[in-house]
């Protein structure tokens, strides 16, 4: 059986600048169960600037904006504050080659701010498996479903921030059996990638096939032990919350009930939203009220309700906003 945890002590950190953010040490806060909020001013510093001199939508901005959203609704105080703290090179140096990220640590400050976004899934992941905290939301950036070992940056991403912090799971806290939903609008592609033969990792990403990076066919499942855990579901465009539901319900509920994970890492892109810049999907601030609250019941089910949280897409400001207040909000009604 699983022992649940009802112990929350709060890591000291400390926000500067445009995301300022309560901190405490552990020793003043009353024991209680609850949710981290990942977070570090330093995720504002990385601009990408393509060749030509454009900027794409994955901005800084973005993170001053869930914050200010999560701040008008008194979910900061609510969360416990969590800073970067884990040391990511080792990490990132066992999933990706060499020559992978000896090519990304030429970037200067992209490059520190890329560690630190593992960093922050990697510490998320330290505070809910010691029973720090029941679950975690990392605001954090660059994404990382996309990174492969191309030895640059891939829509948007430098290093797999979800598949490290799966392994992570597994080989620092013994979680054999990792669970790893994408929600993004665009395909998990490495993520896949990093687990299609690996029993221990079921990964369910619904995701339009037909867009960047034009992957997440659903007729590929996984290879030999690990058939049947890789689960693709595409949507067409003006896909509805009762269309992303029911993929929940006809194929990743059964999967999750079968394979009875350990821990459960979410890739959560808000580009999968109505309006939003580089997504045709129509979902609603309900459908990841639902698709919160139901991958909380799997954790809760089978884990103790251990839940990370991972930032990925979502290039509306407003939209991956509302889209991020609604998710944090329910995963701290656990």
């Given at each position: ?92 140096r066992a999933h990706h080659t060499g020559e992978h990220v000896d090519s990304v640590r030429q970037l200067g400050v992209t490059a520190r701010v890329a560690e630190l ?191 990370v949280s991972l930032l990925e897409g979502g290039y509306n400001l407003d939209g991956t906003a509302l889209a991020a207040a609604a998710h944090v909000a329910t995963l701290?009604?656990?």
């Amino acid at each position: 059986m699983h022992r649940r945890h009802f112990v929350k002590t709060a890591a000291a950190g400390a926000m500067a600048g445009a995301m300022p953010g309560l901190h405490a040490p552990a020793a003043d806060l009353a024991p209680a169960a609850g949710t981290a909020l990942v977070s570090d001013a330093r995720y504002l510093d990385h601009v990408l600037i393509r060749p030509n001199g454009s900027r794409p939508p994955e901005v800084p901005e973005r993170l001053v904006r869930i914050r200010a959203e999560l701040e008008a609704r008194g979910l900061i105080e609510a969360t416990v504050p969590l800073s970067p703290t884990a040391d990511p090179l080792d990490r990132i140096r066992a999933h990706h080659t060499g020559e992978h990220v000896d090519s990304v640590r030429q970037l200067g400050v992209t490059a520190r701010v890329a560690e630190l976004a593992v960093s922050g899934a990697l510490t998320a992941v330290d505070a809910v498996a010691d029973g720090t905290v029941r679950n975690a939301f990392c605001a954090i950036r660059p994404p990382g479903h996309h990174a492969n070992n191309t030895g640059a940056e891939e829509g948007f991403c430098y290093y797999s921030n979800a598949a490290i912090a799966a392994r992570y799971a597994q080989q620092v806290h013994g979680h054999e059996k990792v669970l790893i939903i994408d929600w993004d609008y665009h395909h998990g592609n490495a993520t896949q990638n990093a687990f299609y033969d690996d029993p221990t990792v079921l990964f369910f990403s619904a995701h339009d096939w037909d867009a960047y990076p034009r992957t997440g066919d659903p007729s590929l499942t996984g290879e030999g032990d690990a058939t049947g855990l890789n689960i693709n579901v595409h949507l067409d465009c003006g896909a509805t919350d009762a269309d992303m539901l029911r993929h929940w319900d006809t194929a990743l509920s059964p999967a999750v009930a079968a394979f009875d994970p350990d821990f459960v890492l979410v890739s959560a892109g808000f580009d999968s939203r109505r309006d939003d810049l580089l997504g045709c999907f129509a979902l609603t601030d309900d459908a990841f009220r639902h698709m919160t609250r139901i991958a909380m019941d799997y954790a809760d089910s089978c884990c103790d309700g251990r839940l990370v949280s991972l930032l990925e897409g979502g290039y509306n400001l407003d939209g991956t906003a509302l889209a991020a207040a609604a998710h944090v909000a329910t995963l701290l009604e656990g």
